[in-house]
T-cell receptor, first 113, second 111 residues
């Protein structure tokens, strides 16, 4: 098992550019989510999914888009990057709603100039 | 809205000391509480998961307790070692496997 994988590890964007952060898991987990981590703010939930075809917004969803076409993949799209989106992004997955450990990917460091 | 607070924000101890990290949360309607470790520039490693019906969990030198009614959890680290130096994060699961995190306690254990 590779667990939760994220690509790329590091990315530099210019303001206004778009990109997709990839997240994949090979544990057949139904629940997946995206967080961003900023100094002094901790980790905050961006979007989450409770299964293929089902997504919902978290605490800080503005400027981000998600879809879940398969159980394995949960990409995060930045529609028009802004410097405020400079952050470290983590993807997480778990099997059940409340009984299971959350597994986190290694993160993607994004710098928006 | 669930809010999670961790105290202290930073802690520096000599090797061998026993220490306690504190976590409090505002809404007691949780599924579980999880403690993570994060090394600088790295991802999150799960240390302990306590279900809402449990009072404590132990793994090696680590012991986590949960008092759901008062909205508190503690992480006890016995006989601390320099390798324990990291940031420790507390997170509560209030549903849909989404977590609300505290800002963490940065621990430094000196030899």
């Amino acid at each position: 098992n590779a667990g939760v994988t994220q690509t790329p590890k590091f990315q530099v964007l210019k303001t206004g550019q778009s990109m997709t952060l990839q997240c994949a898991q090979d544990m057949n987990h139904e629940y997946m989510s995206w967080y961003r981590q900023d100094p002094g703010m901790g980790l905050r939930l961006i979007h989450y999914s409770v299964g293929a075809g089902i997504t919902d917004q978290g605490e800080v969803p503005n400027g981000y888009n998600v879809s879940r076409s398969t159980t394995e993949d949960f990409p995060l799209r930045l529609l028009s990057a802004a410097p405020s989106q400079t952050s470290v992004y983590f993807c997480a997955s778990s099997w059940g709603q409340g009984q299971e450990t959350q597994y986190f990917g290694p993160g993607t460091r994004l710098l928006v100039l | 809205k669930q809010e999670v607070t961790q105290i202290p924000a930073a802690l520096s101890v000599p090797e061998g000391e026993n220490l306690v990290l504190n976590c409090s949360f505002t809404d007691s309607a949780i599924y579980n509480l999880q403690w993570f470790r994060q090394d600088p520039g790295k991802g999150l490693t799960s240390l302990l998961l306590i279900q809402s019906s449990q009072r404590e969990q132990t793994s090696g030198r680590l012991n986590a307790s949960l008092d759901k009614s008062s909205g508190r959890s503690t992480l006890y680290i016995a006989a601390s070692q320099p390798g324990d130096s990291a940031t420790y994060l507390c997170a509560v699961n209030s549903g849909y496997s989404t977590l609300t995190f505290g800002k963490g306690t940065m621990l430094l254990v000196s030899p």
